[in-house]
């Protein structure tokens, strides 16, 4: 009985200690929360921009510090070019829905159009209250939409603060950058070195693993968006479409979310069909289709300078991450599923040869 004394404590010893662990774990995660989705995307933007840094450091005779300011001149025009067209875009619209507004009892709603009336099923019941909007005509419409006046503002002033949140967030992530550029050799042995110090050799290729996966889905991932989104935006210019950077917007964030571009060129597709543009619109669905396909083909040249990993990993951890953890799930989605089945494998890959080793060798 006397010799379970030592035992006891130790396991006590042992549980108080990974307590300790765990709690200042979590203390550290919540002071961090506020951060998180800009550190992620800094993170990523270092490891995928990396190589790139190094080249214009070589280029510029080992100067660090110009090769640094150099990619944040770049990022910050990437970056928040699609947030200052989204802003310019939001504040002209809210410009002209205001003189809209103004003007609206002096208005007068004409007939139906044939379109509209034509549509599938829903036909009649749209005719029907469209007759009834232009019965009452202007001072109707806004009768009806000062009844909503408080949630339109609200939504408004939601936006507004979305933006003016998403913009503080955009800074810091650069800021976050530049600090990782400025010290990402000693960043990236620090985090070598608890990795091999906490699972050995197996580890340290996690970590590694996890860093190429890191730049394929950078390069793979958010950078195809870019690219359509931009291939977009050059269609819906030479088409005559207004407010071109918000739907490049639109695009960039439906790439983003893997539906592809198609759904958002749809709206200025219709558009130019409604205005009578049969060309243009012709023209325009013919490049949407182009933009569309070209996904496929580039994400995956660009996936394969990360890590070779197959689209459907890619595409289940984008989808499932940003379901499971919003945003940063774009990017820890599909790096928490490279890594684990890498480490299947490997451990899948020791236990064949263990198996073969332990095999007798055959006799000459």
């Known amino acids: 009985m006397?010799?379970?004394?030592?035992?006891?404590?130790d396991l006590t010893r042992s549980i108080l200690v990974v307590l300790f662990i765990l709690g200042l774990t979590a203390g550290c995660l919540l002071i961090l929360r506020p951060f998180l989705t800009a550190l992620v995307g800094a993170t990523t933007i270092a490891i995928s921009t990396w190589p790139m840094l190094k080249g214009l450091e070589r280029r510029w005779g080992g100067r660090r510090g110009l090769a640094i300011a150099g990619m944040m001149v770049l990022l910050a025009i990437a970056i928040l070019a699609p947030v200052y067209f989204g802003a310019v875009a939001t504040v002209q619209g809210a410009g002209t829905l205001s003189e809209w507004a103004r003007e609206l009892p002096n208005r007068t709603l004409p007939a139906?159009?044939?379109?509209?009336?034509g549509v599938p099923l829903l036909g009649p019941r749209l005719e029907r209250a469209w007759g009834e909007l232009a019965t009452g005509g202007g001072e109707g419409i806004k009768a009806r939409l000062s009844a909503h006046t408080g949630e339109i503002l609200?939504?408004?002033?939601?936006?507004?603060?979305?933006?003016?949140g998403m913009l503080v967030e955009v800074l810091v992530t650069l800021g976050l950058t530049g600090f990782l550029y400025t010290r990402g050799e000693k960043v990236a042995a620090v985090l070598l070195r608890f990795a091999r110090r906490l699972a050995g050799s197996r580890g340290e290729q996690a970590a590694r693993l996890a860093a190429l996966a890191t730049r394929g889905v950078g390069l793979g991932v958010v950078l195809t968006p870019l690219i359509q989104s931009i291939l977009a935006g050059i269609g819906m210019a030479v088409a005559g479409v207004p407010r071109?950077?918000?739907?490049?917007?639109?695009?960039?964030?439906?790439?983003l979310a893997q539906v592809g571009p198609i759904p958002a060129l749809l709206i200025p597709v219709a558009w130019l069909y409604a205005h009578g543009s049969v060309l243009a619109a012709s023209g325009l669905l013919a490049w949407a289709i182009v933009v569309h396909v070209s996904?496929?083909?580039?994400r995956p040249l660009l996936i394969k300078r990360g890590v070779d990993l197959p689209m459907v990993?890619?595409?289940s951890g984008v989808i499932g991450g940003v379901v499971a953890f919003g945003a940063v799930g774009l990017f820890i989605g599909p790096v928490l599923l490279a890594v684990a089945t890498s480490?299947?494998?490997s451990w899948m890959a020791d236990d064949e040869a263990a198996e073969q080793a332990s095999l007798p060798r055959p006799l000459d």
């Not at 139906?112 to 009336?117: R, S």
């Not at 609200?154 to 936006?159: A, V």
């Open 244 to 255: 071109v950077g918000l739907l490049a917007l639109a695009v960039l964030l439906s790439c």
């Open 112 to 117: 139906a159009p044939d379109w509209l009336v």
């Open 154 to 164: 609200g939504w408004l002033m939601g936006r507004l603060g979305n933006l003016a």
């Open 2 to 9: 006397a010799a379970s004394g030592p035992d006891t404590r």
């Open 313 to 315: 990993l890619i595409v």
């Open 343 to 345: 480490l299947l494998e």
């Open 295 to 298: 996904g496929p083909i580039v």
